[in-house]
């Protein structure tokens, strides 16, 4: 089945502490996206990349780190400097050519600051 | 950038009546619009999308207008059933000549509720 992968889909993580959540898509597809979502916020674009070993700060960037060292893969780090990290995250892909740019998402990770 | 404004934040319809949503947007260089719908606890799903070089898309019972001299374009769900319930967010994006896609600019959402 072609699709993409978040996972955990809950974490759990203490203060000062940094965590890293994961998205794995086999689609072949060159664009990846992190999106934030709070209640009553929408989806808000945290980091993108539109090739391997490319990526660029999204709406709301400071506190994440993100890496696309391999086609399929592009973890988010949510690090000690996010102040307010508790959310729904989800990760996205597309193609990433000008006449398709439908986004394909992932089932989500919730976190949790504890 | 891009601004994308959505009305209304809830719509409550009886089964069976049409459920309309708004959206507008602020870039007059954006050239693809999906919405999306997002059941609770799950990533949103494509539902349908238009290009700025078509006036209207159909599928079924859904249906998007998109009006680009006023900037805003709409999705209209006929003869609603329980099953369409859920959270809907429109999106906009310009994309980026010569490849790649600098990500979509969704809408708040609109939690849509079909009362039985």
């Known amino acids: 089945d072609g699709g993409i992968t978040q996972s955990p889909k809950y974490l759990f993580r203490k203060e000062g502490q940094n965590v890293t959540l994961s998205c794995e898509q086999n689609l072949n597809h060159d664009a990846m996206y992190w999106y934030r979502q709070d209640p009553g916020q929408g989806l808000r674009l945290i980091y993108y990349?539109?090739?391997?070993?490319?990526?660029q700060k999204g709406d709301i960037a400071e506190g994440y780190s993100v890496s696309r060292e391999k086609k399929e893969s592009f973890p988010l780090t949510v690090t000690s400097a996010q102040k307010n990290p508790t959310a729904f995250y989800l990760c996205a892909s597309s193609m990433g050519q000008i006449l398709n740019t439908e986004a394909f998402f992932g089932q989500g990770t919730r976190l949790t600051v504890v | 950038g891009e601004n994308v404004e959505q009305h209304p934040s809830t719509l409550s319809v009886q089964e069976g009546d049409s459920a309309v949503i708004k959206c507008t947007y602020s870039d007059s260089a954006s050239n693809y619009f999906p919405w999306y719908k997002q059941e609770l606890g799950k990533g949103p799903q494509l539902i349908i999308d238009?290009?700025?070089?078509?006036g209207e898309k159909k599928d079924q019972r859904i249906a998007v207008t998109l009006n680009k001299t006023a900037k805003h374009f709409s999705l209209h769900i006929t003869e609603t059933q329980p099953e369409d319930s859920a959270v809907y967010f429109c999106?906009?994006?310009?994309?980026?000549?010569?490849?790649?896609?600098?990500?979509?600019?969704f809408g708040k959402g609109t939690h849509l509720i079909i009362q039985p």
């Open positions: 999106a906009a994006t310009e994309g980026h000549s010569g490849g790649g896609a600098d990500g979509l600019t």
């Open positions: 238009i290009r700025s070089n078509v």
């Open positions: 990349s539109q090739i391997v070993n490319d990526f």
